[in-house]
């Protein structure tokens, strides 16, 4: 099985720079610019089924990249964004130290007392991994947010620690991995930054 893991589109927020977690922000222009751009890296690619995170932004990415009406897809509620509590639509700049620190280096700082922790987000989105996997799909594309791709990507690159925090994934940016019997590969990726 190959696995498209991709961020969603540009939102106003993400233009802000502001923290946007569970806030069910639509996609900008840009957003939908950049999801017709990264469609045409795929385009020859049959997606045996298309799954997204809840929010809207990741439906619509996932319906504009996987070419399918959005009564298609498959939410899953495992693979929403990090839940940044009290901290939600903060500018990045005015996050103070401790939520700073902690989303900057999670090996080493814990999550401030409102915000959900890695070990949360690992345990939910490998949980779905691992459902996915016992799917008989060859080429399945999955679309949430840049929070919580980064534990998918420790799973999919099978890391002790459980994710893989650097670098962040950008918008619309496709992963590709593979999974064969409990191993998995990374393949390539597709980026719209040059």
Known sequence: MKIYLTRHGQTELNKKELMQGRTDEPLNETGIN??????????????????SS????????????????????????????????DYELRPYNRLGIKL?????FPEFFKAPSS??????MIERSHAFLKDLED????NVLVVCHGGI?????????????????????????????????GKHRFVKSYSLEK
């Open 34 to 51: 950049q999801a017709k751009m990264a469609r045409k890296n795929v385009e020859n690619i049959h997606f045996d089924a298309v799954y």
């Open 54 to 85: 809840p929010l809207i932004r990741a439906k619509k990415t996932a319906s504009i990249i996987g070419d399918i009406p959005m009564d298609d897809i498959i939410v899953d509620h495992r693979i929403i964004e990090a839940d940044f509590g």
């Open 100 to 104: 700073t620190s902690y989303w900057m």
């Open 115 to 120: 915000v959900e922790t890695v070990e949360e």
């Open 135 to 138: 799917k008989d799909y060859e």
């Open 149 to 181: 791709i980064r534990p998918m990507c420790g799973y999919l690159m099978d890391k002790k620690r459980g994710f893989i925090w650097r670098p962040r994934p950008t918008n619309c940016e496709i992963r590709v991995f593979e999974s064969i019997m």
